[in-house]
């Protein structure tokens, strides 16, 4: 009797656990559409008296990140933005801002990622471009700068940014970071 009701207790709270998990990202979603799209709409106007920084793409981020053992370690939401992609003068200007989460939702924080520089020109393979550079990464105990970063682009939405590892104590886990151009 006490097994089984042992049993039903953890199942309810499995139960609730994946409940809650389903609800944190779909509010992380709405929130981080509504501040990429806040955020868009910003630059966008002040674009009408600065011709330098119109917005080129944007979009969302929504990530699992997996650590060394391949086991869920932490969900990011947030979104990013790309500017002066097509300027002859200076390197592209890649922004985000991810919320960061346990996936039993704890531990919430946030990351920028800010000072995108290239390091060599973007290269374009099977419908992707790549852009290599570094940039600056928020961390607990302060900004990071000159972090190795690579992010792509894919022709059908797909994004991917990876940050190395190594400059941030693997903070981010294995994997790089996926996300979504909603416009370019």
């Known amino acids: 009797m006490i097994n089984e009701m042992t049993l039903k ?14 609800l944190t990202t779909i509010v992380t979603t709405i929130f981080g559409t509504i501040v990429i799209v806040a955020y868009a709409q910003t630059q ?7 011709s330098t920084s119109k917005i080129d793409k944007y979009g ?14 932490w969900i990011l939401e947030g979104g990013w933005t790309f500017t002066d992609l097509n300027s002859s003068s200076a390197s592209p200007a890649f922004g985000a801002t991810m919320y960061m989460t346990k996936p039993d939702g704890s531990a919430q924080h946030t990351h920028k ?4 520089k290239t390091t060599e020109n973007p290269s374009t ?18 900004p990071v700068n000159d972090v190795p970063i690579s992010i792509k682009i894919n022709d059908n939405g797909k994004v991917s940014i990876w940050i ?5 104590d693997n903070h981010f886990g294995t994997n790089p970071i996926d996300g979504t151009l909603l416009t370019s």
């Open 44 to 50: 966008d106007s002040s674009s009408t008296t600065q």
């Open 60 to 73: 969302s981020i929504n990530s699992t990140q997996y650590d060394e053992n391949g086991d869920k370690a």
């Open 125 to 142: 393979i099977d419908n992707t471009t790549t852009y290599n550079g570094t940039a600056t990464i928020s961390m607990k105990d302060g």
């Open 113 to 116: 990622i800010s000072d995108f």
């Open 164 to 168: 190395d590892p190594e400059s941030v």
């Open 9 to 22: 207790q953890n199942k309810k709270i499995s139960s609730n656990i994946a409940l809650l998990l389903t």
